[in-house]
């Protein structure tokens, strides 16, 4: 992750450590990023952000969420498959480090929490690939995704909405996300 005036790209290599929490004076959840020893990236995200995020991240992670009842009895199958995804994903964060104490780091942006307006996706191949922070002041976060990173932060988003009193969507809510889908072939492209 590096910093510039308008963009701050993210890779998901250079992630040291992440902390969310809740601020009960801004009424905002804190994004703090480690992006080196010595700096870190930190971002307040609204409960309108957060429900964004979530719902993208959770469709990829597949942590279990209390959701409403439904309008339409689900199909066992569709039950069956939610259920194995939900329990291989709570397997997975066994394997995720949320023990160690975050370790607070000077800011990259000259000390400065930015906020987040908005949240855009990039997937490829059905693969949520990148997110894309914007913030109010017009500087980008453009952070690198991966498996692990996807089911931290929907972790941390249960937690911390939960100390908000916030209540996240089910999976099953319709989306308003702003959302770039990419296929990539895996054909050899031949030029004539």
Not at 155 to 177: C, F, H, N, Y
Request: proline share 4%; with cysteine; charged share 20%.
């Amino acid at each position: 992750m590096t910093v510039c005036k308008s963009f701050i790209p993210m890779q998901q290599q250079s992630i040291q450590q992440i902390n969310l929490s809740y601020d009960r004076q801004q009424d905002r959840l804190l994004l703090k990023t480690a992006v080196s020893p010595e700096q870190e990236i930190q971002l307040w995200i609204t409960y309108r952000v957060a429900r964004e995020i979530f719902k993208v991240f959770n469709r990829e992670a597949h942590l279990p969420v209390a959701a409403s009842v439904p309008e339409s009895a689900q199909s066992l199958v569709d039950a069956t498959r939610q259920f194995e995804q939900e329990a291989e994903a709570v397997q997975q964060l066994d394997h995720l480090d949320f023990e160690t104490a975050y370790q607070q780091r000077p800011s990259m942006v000259s000390d400065q929490v930015l906020l987040v307006v908005e949240a855009r996706f990039v997937s490829i191949n059905d693969q949520l690939n990148n997110m894309q922070l914007v913030c109010a002041n017009g500087v980008n976060v453009n952070m690198g995704l991966n498996r692990q990173l996807v089911l931290a932060i929907s972790r941390m988003l249960m937690i911390a909405s939960q100390d908000a009193g916030w209540t996240l969507p089910a999976q099953k809510e319709p989306e308003a996300v702003s959302s770039i889908v990419m296929q990539v072939s895996t054909e050899k492209q031949v030029l004539h």
